[in-house]
Every structure is written in C-alpha cells, then in structure tokens.
C-alpha cells in the first residue's frame, strides 16, 4: 500500500519550459514534504521542502505546491534545463514520527535541448 | 558540506554469504538510515538509527540486521543473502529534524 504515489513514470519537456512533477499521498498525517533529485550513479539529493501549513516555497527556478484537501503536491521547475534531466523523488514525514521520510516511486524528468 | 559514505560501490556477493555495508557520516549527525531502491517502488527504507546503539525497523526489515556502535558509523548486514537482496542500497543521514543526507549508494549483486 503506497502511501506516496507518483503516477508519472517519466515526463520530458523542451529547454525553457515549465516541468512539472506530480505526487499524490494517502496518509492525512503527513505533516512534512520534500523533493529529492537524483542523478545516475549518485546518491538523491535533496531539493526543496514544505511544511503543511505552507501552500507553496519557492527557491529559485523551483516552486513546491501543496493542497492538503486533495493530498496533492506538485514540483514546478521554470524555466527547465537540461542539467535538470534526472529522476525526482516526492517524499513525507509525520514530524512525531521522527525524521521516518516515505517515497514515491519516482518520476523521471528528460529537458530536451 | 555533509559527507556520507558508503564503502563499496559495487558488491558481488553469493547466495548464503553474510553481507556487511558501511556507511560514515562526518556531521555528527544524530540519525542514520538504510534504504534499498528498486526500480517502480522507489527508496524503501530497511532500518534507523536514532543514536548510538539505537535501531529501529523500518518497512522491510526482514533478512536484514543493523549496527551502530559509533555515531558516525551505520552498517547494514545481510544475514545470508539471497537473490531477492540483489538492489542498490542508499545509506542517509540527518539531524533530529531536517533532510536527509546521502551517500552515493552501493549496488550490491547476489548470485
């Protein structure tokens, strides 16, 4: 049973515009929200986060979307990259839960140059 | 800048054998964790470690035991390895609150 679900397997877009990555959860006591990016051959690093009782963080060219009522978050990446091509993970915590972090499965984003 | 660090790459190992993965971390960092990811399920995690001495299981423990005799150190063991361990382990790190750090991975064959 998923409680992270990313339901795109891969996703690509051309240099210059909007990517966006999709990540849904079941789990109503998640409290915590990340993106991890990950290259071939490397460890996922982390990107960005948001707490719930945020609907959106920016930094930079990367802008995360909560809405809690639908369990949905959404990465947008603007303008995308071709260093962006890689694969990003959606993942949650419940804070009183320690720092237990649950993934999605991954979505695999190719920027077309 | 955080450093975790897993000390194989790559592992080829046999069925039966008893497997050790080592991981370091060089931020003093309180927790430590094991994943496995396979492709379609994403990272899964094995087992925590909240500070020295401390374990505690994750979703798929099972086949799997851990060690934290150090705060800098974590190693995941395989007990007796099967083909079904066969998968690139990710080790992270992290304070009591805050991202995950992580090493580069090890890829680990059982045959």
């Known amino acids: 049973d998923q409680q992270v679900k990313q339901n795109s397997p891969s996703l690509s877009v051309q240099e210059g515009r909007i990517s966006i990555l999709n990540c849904d959860y079941t789990n109503s006591m998640f409290d915590y929200f990340l993106w991890y990016k990950k290259y071939p051959a490397e460890g996922p690093t982390f990107l960005i986060s948001?707490?719930?009782?945020?609907d959106k963080n920016e930094d930079g060219r990367f802008t995360v979307f909560l809405n809690k009522s639908a369990k949905h978050l959404s990465l947008h990446i603007v303008p995308s990259q071709p260093g962006d091509s890689a694969v990003y993970f959606c993942?949650?915590?419940?804070?009183?839960?320690?720092?237990?972090?649950?993934f999605g499965a991954g979505t695999i984003l190719r920027v077309k140059s | 800048d955080v450093k975790v660090t897993q000390s194989s790459r790559y592992l080829v190992k046999r069925t039966g054998e008893k497997v050790f993965l080592e991981c370091v971390q060089d931020m003093d960092h309180e927790n430590m964790f094991w994943y496995r990811q396979d492709p379609g399920l994403g990272l899964r995690l094995i087992y925590f470690?909240?500070?020295?001495?401390?374990?505690e299981k994750g979703d798929i423990p099972e086949g799997y035991s851990v060690s934290r005799e150090k705060k800098e150190r974590f190693s995941l063991i395989l007990e007796s390895a099967s083909t079904n361990q066969t998968s690139m382990y990710l080790c992270a790190s992290s304070l009591r609150q805050g991202p995950q750090h992580f090493g580069d991975g090890t890829r680990l064959s059982i045959l």
């Open positions: 948001i707490s719930s009782i945020k």
């Open positions: 993942a949650a915590l419940h804070m009183e839960y320690g720092n237990k972090l649950v």
């Open positions: 470690s909240y500070d020295v001495k401390m374990k």
